[in-house]
């Protein structure tokens, strides 16, 4: 039996009747709420259509839902409407969005914690002072004898012939 009324509120209606406690009752507030004008005949025929409709037709996917809707991305951002799949992105476009939100997410997350910018970093890093430079010895090789220095001090200190 198909009613005079608009998919959406229809939609609205099939979530409201799949309530696990006082289904009935939350499908009559929603009929008061948005069609106040309907005889209460049609009321009750409409919830009877309600409660024999099989849980299967009620549900909905992201995507149907999305399509029912016509939601566009810029209308599920701004009413955070995570949940539904919009109509005008594909399922790769969505995935490419959600990774550079998490990535935002996680910059600021380390920001936050005080974790330095790679630029920072290597600005300062840039900053320090190269004794080595100075002396005129690669970077390597002073690398090389400051390990080999702090095992000879380490072999003294363990012999006990310091």
Known sequence: MVFPMTMHLMELLYLASMAPAGAEKKVRNNIELYVPWMQTVEVEALIQHLSVTPHYQKVRTAEELGRLLH????????????????????????????????????????????????????????????????????????????????????????????
């Open 71 to 162: 939601l566009t991305n810029a209308e599920r951002e701004r009413l955070k409407l995570w949940r539904i799949r919009p109509v005008d992105m594909t399922a790769e476009q969505l995935a490419q969005q959600a990774k550079e939100r998490e990535r935002i997410r996680r910059t600021a997350q380390r920001r936050k914690k005080g974790v330095r910018t790679k630029e920072a970093y290597l600005a300062e890093l840039a900053d320090r002072p190269k004794p080595w430079v100075t002396e005129g010895i690669l970077g390597a090789t002073a690398e090389a004898v400051s390990q080999t220095e702090s095992s000879d001090v380490a072999a003294c200190i363990r012999n006990n012939s310091w």
